[in-house]
């Protein structure tokens, strides 16, 4: 099994940064795929990004492109998320989650392990 437990979360103005981390401890794999989820109040949950554990490949969803990067500390076994000019809608809870793929992707459902989720709300 693999734990993850996210945190970093909170209140933000619009406009502001926040970082998350995604600790993830017990089994690990030679090679793995970390990605960061969100879904907000009534809306299905929706990939953000994903990065494989050597931190040489990555992929954003468009939404975020450019304002969000992941990233990893193999060290660490940890996983970043830094998010820079938010926007209220990026008001979600997040989750980080892992899959032991060598090939990274956006597909929630080929996600092996999930955190519990840490709350984002970005004021207008």
């Known amino acids: 099994q693999v734990q993850l437990v996210e945190s970093g979360g909170g209140l933000v103005q619009a406009g502001g940064s926040l970082r998350l981390s995604c600790a993830a401890s017990g089994r690990t794999f030679n090679s793995y795929v970390m990605g960061w989820f969100r879904q907000a109040p009534g809306k299905e949950r929706e990939f953000v990004a994903a990065i494989g554990w050597g931190g040489r490949s990555t992929v954003y969803a468009d939404s975020v492109k450019g304002r969000f990067t992941i990233s990893s500390d193999n060290a660490k076994n940890t996983v970043y998320l830094q998010m820079n000019s938010l926007k209220p809608e990026d008001t979600a809870v997040y989750y980080c989650?892992?899959?032991?793929?060598?090939?990274?992707?956006?597909?929630?459902?080929?996600?092996?392990?999930w955190g519990q989720g840490t709350q984002v709300t970005v004021s207008s």
């Open positions: 989650a892992a899959d032991p793929s060598l090939v990274v992707h956006k597909t929630a459902g080929l996600y092996n392990y």
